[in-house]
């Protein structure tokens, strides 16, 4: 299928999984994980009416940042070393990685404007995936106050590949509760409004538990 059937497929699931919890599809954005794919298939992508896209890996977001340039949003979706922030970081729109103060720290010294982040929460016992603990999120997004250059859109996670609902669903929640917590104490650097959580094999199960962001790569633009 083309990338404007998939996307055509994926805005009524979207539609189907919004009306189920009474919300407006035009609280969603939909961003295109174009990490596997090249600059072809990413401009199909542009073509198609997307604009949010998401690369996990520096050379890949060069690459096509220095094709689209400003033609796109550009989110980092990956986990992003602290010695590499200055690749990156003036390019990028929006980070979903951060999960350290040294990463914070960089991100200060090195980015030419405020770069809206997300802060990665691990809600799952698995080892594989990074992110912060639940009990740390609260006093790490307090230390941010001190870096203008980070402003604190929302949480981020990943939900474990499985087929238990519940398991995914629970994750889910144990996030969108710590973004209640979060901006209930009114951080004007942290308005924490957002949730990044959802991808191909969950996004409608994410945004049911209030997901505003998710991360579509393979059911959207396919692979190379």
Known sequence: ??????????????????????????????????????IEKT???????????????????????????NKATWHFIGSLQSRKVKEIVNEIDYLHSLDRLSLAKEIQKRA?????????????????????????????????????????????????????????????????KLQKQVQDLNLSHAPCTELSMGMSNDYTIAIEEGATFIRLGTILVGKE
Request: hydrophobic letters at 35%; charged letters at 25%.
């Open 1 to 38: 299928m083309t990338v404007q059937g998939n996307l055509t497929y994926v805005r009524q699931e979207v539609e189907r999984a919004c009306r189920r919890v009474n919300r407006s599809i035009d609280e969603i954005t939909l961003v295109a994980v174009t990490k596997t794919v090249g």
């Open 43 to 69: 401009n199909k992508v542009l073509q198609a009416g997307l604009v949010h896209l998401g690369e996990n890996r520096n050379e890949g977001l060069l690459q096509k940042y220095e094709y689209f340039g």
């Open 112 to 176: 030419m404007k405020p770069i809206r982040c997300f802060v990665q929460i691990k809600t799952s016992e698995e080892e594989s995936k990074q992110g912060l603990n639940i009990e740390e999120t609260v006093e790490f997004i307090c230390s941010l106050q001190q870096f203008d250059k980070i402003e604190v859109v929302g949480l981020m996670t990943m939900a474990p590949y499985t087929d238990d609902e519940m398991q995914i669903r629970s994750c889910f929640q144990m996030l969108r």
